[in-house]
């Protein structure tokens, strides 16, 4: 495996803090996403970008910040406004458009005490 | 709204028995639906998008407009298939997914 990347695997963090996690990728895609999994609930998107300068909102976007300033990175910031930011976040990048593959990362587990 | 629904969280079957993973939708548009799967200690990963019409480890998808379903089958599962499995909805002009609740496919030996 290679091409994206996410660091740390495991994090800790106090509630109340602000935590960012890292997201790398190394294929040349244009586009970024970021998901959060929880159990029974599937993949639901956080925030995506298709363009460097530039990123939408997803479905649960609050308490979530992201900035896209180089086409390589897309990290996420979870702030003391997410209400239960515990969870498995998964990163993933493709070349953009409805067609194409999205590859994944292999995602950081967060647990907020 | 913009839904995808896998009404099943477990689905447990024999070696060698046919298999069929539910995936029904919710969407106004034309659609583009993918089945992606992952494996214990892998990443998420594509198995197959409807658009192609391919079949990739003996597993086959048909988009049924008419009952807004893209179901997943397979013949014969292995037990090498089990796995989470996600059906996905991409809206027109988004680049985005849409992710159904997963169901875990457990084959027995």
């Known amino acids: 495996d290679g091409g994206i990347t996410q660091s740390p695997k495991y994090l800790f963090r106090k509630e109340g803090q602000n935590v960012t996690l890292s997201c790398e990728q190394n294929l040349n895609h244009d586009a970024m996403y970021w998901y959060r999994q929880d159990p029974g609930q599937g993949l639901r998107l956080i925030y995506y970008?298709?363009?460097?300068?530039?990123?939408q909102k997803g479905d649960i976007a609050e308490g979530y910040s992201v900035s896209r300033e180089k086409k390589e990175s897309f990290p996420l910031t979870v702030t003391s406004a997410q209400k239960n930011p515990t969870a498995f976040y998964l990163c993933a990048s493709s070349l953009g458009g409805n067609y194409y593959e999205q590859y994944f990362g292999p995602g950081t587990r967060l647990t907020v005490t | 709204a913009q839904r995808v629904t896998q009404p099943e969280k477990l689905l447990s079957v024999f070696k060698g028995a046919p298999v069929e993973l539910k995936c029904n939708y919710s969407?106004?548009?034309?659609?583009?639906l993918f089945w992606y799967v992952q494996y214990s200690r892998q990443r998420l990963q594509l198995l197959l998008r409807h658009i192609s019409r391919e079949s990739i480890k003996g597993f086959t998808a048909d988009l049924n407009k008419g009952e807004t379903s893209f179901h997943l089958k397979k013949p014969f599962a292995q037990e090498e298939d089990s796995a989470m499995y996600y059906c996905a909805l991409s809206p027109s002009n988004t680049g985005k997914l849409i992710f159904g609740q997963g169901t875990t496919l457990q084959v027995k030996p």
């Open positions: 970008s298709q363009i460097v300068n530039d990123f």
């Open positions: 969407y106004s548009g034309s659609p583009e």
